[in-house]
Nanobody, 127 residues
Framework: QVQLVESGGGVVQAGGSLRLSCVVSGRTITRSAMGWFRQAPGKEREFVAAISWSGGSTTYANDVLGRFTISRDNAKNTVYLQMNNLKPDDTAVYYC????????????????????WGQGTQVTVSS
């Protein structure tokens, strides 16, 4: 079966950086748009970033634009989220998501756009 496993979360001070990884097994991501979402306590899961199957197109939520970078390595079946200049408001569980139906571009920013999800990795930013 398809599995997405996130790693790289942790505790960091405001202004610091983290790099999240999402390794996919059970299916190649070569033709799949991939995304990152996050969920803070008491809040709904929200879109963070998405990347097209080729990596040529990316989309970001407004509040992470310029600070976060999504990338992928199809040979490793892995997607990354580089997070710089982290803020306390970035504290959340971060989830990787895979879209394994037809994908064109990277404008997939809703939960329903994705077919498989990872279990999440906690990111805590202290002030």
């Amino acid at each position: 079966q398809v599995q997405l496993v996130e790693s790289g979360g942790g505790v960091v001070q405001a202004g610091g950086s983290l790099r999240l990884s999402c390794v996919v097994s059970g299916r190649t991501i070569t033709r799949s748009a991939m995304g990152w979402f996050r969920q803070a306590p008491g809040k709904e899961r929200e879109f963070v970033a998405a990347i097209s199957w080729s990596g040529g197109s990316t989309t970001y939520a407004n509040d992470v634009l310029g600070r976060f970078t999504i990338s992928r390595d199809n040979a490793k079946n892995t997607v990354y989220l580089q997070m710089n200049n982290l803020k306390p408001d970035d504290t959340a569980v971060y989830y990787c998501a895979g879209r394994f139906r037809f994908s064109s571009g990277s404008y997939y920013n809703t939960l329903d756009d994705y077919d498989y999800w990872g279990q999440g990795t906690q990111v805590t930013v202290s002030s």
